[in-house]
């Protein structure tokens, strides 16, 4: 009879405990559960949203934004004697830099459906209409001099970037985020500026301090 109370014990205790566990997880702390011990990139990871509280979709168009003043958004743009562009640059609010961005794409480097999610292996293309030049949007990083630059390739591995949630409070925005280059097996590194030439670049930079902050605006 005290084995039997004992055991009764000890499996209304194991019962009690899961109970407990099971309500410190919210909505607010999601338990993260992989459905693959073996890809990173396939973590149940909460969504990335845009500044309407929209998830950003695979397939539909935005604009990358740095809100901060002085910050404006991400374009495409030539430096050099090349035929396409071939740097991503930032608007800033001096005229040589004023503009309203060019549009940009995700793509993802495995099939999690048909929206972004933090932390999650993606390429960046930008979105242009016509034909020209079409082959030559993918974001990349220059290995010598850390640029961020285009002509990258999808399924090339120094073009995945990462989508990280930035904890900042910036007035008036909502939905802040930071990018990261996260190249396989190598640790990922935020993206910040990196004037050169007079240009304002988007580049990796070595001090977590030292990235730039960014919004997702819907075309």
Not at 191 to 208: C, E, R, S, T
């Amino acid at each position: 009879m005290k084995s039997v109370n004992i055991l009764s014990f000890l499996l209304l205790s194991t019962t009690l405990s899961l109970v407990v566990f099971a309500r410190s997880f919210t909505s607010e702390n999601p338990i993260v559960l992989p459905t693959s011990s073996h890809d990173d990139d396939n973590l149940v990871l909460p969504e990335v949203y845009d500044q309407k509280g929209d998830p950003l979709r695979i397939g539909e168009r935005y604009i990358i934004n740095n809100p901060l003043i002085g910050g404006g958004s991400l374009y495409w743009y030539k430096i050099g004697n090349v035929e396409c562009p071939n740097a991503v640059l930032q608007h800033m609010p001096i005229p040589e830099f004023l503009g309203q961005g060019t549009p940009v794409m995700f793509v993802p480097k495995s099939d999690y459906g048909d929206v972004v999610h933090v932390m999650t292996a993606v390429y960046i293309k930008f979105s242009v209409i016509s034909r020209w030049c079409v082959n030559e949007t993918v974001w990349q990083v220059h290995d010598e001099d850390q640029l961020v630059l285009t002509g990258g390739k999808v399924g090339n591995e120094n073009a995945i970037f990462k989508i990280m949630k930035a904890d900042l409070v910036i007035e008036g925005m909502k939905n802040v985020y930071k990018l990261l280059h996260c190249p396989s097996h190598h640790e990922c590194k935020n993206i910040g500026g990196h004037f050169k030439n007079g240009y304002p670049h988007l580049a990796i930079v070595d001090d977590d301090k030292d990235f730039i902050p960014f919004v997702f605006i819907k075309v």
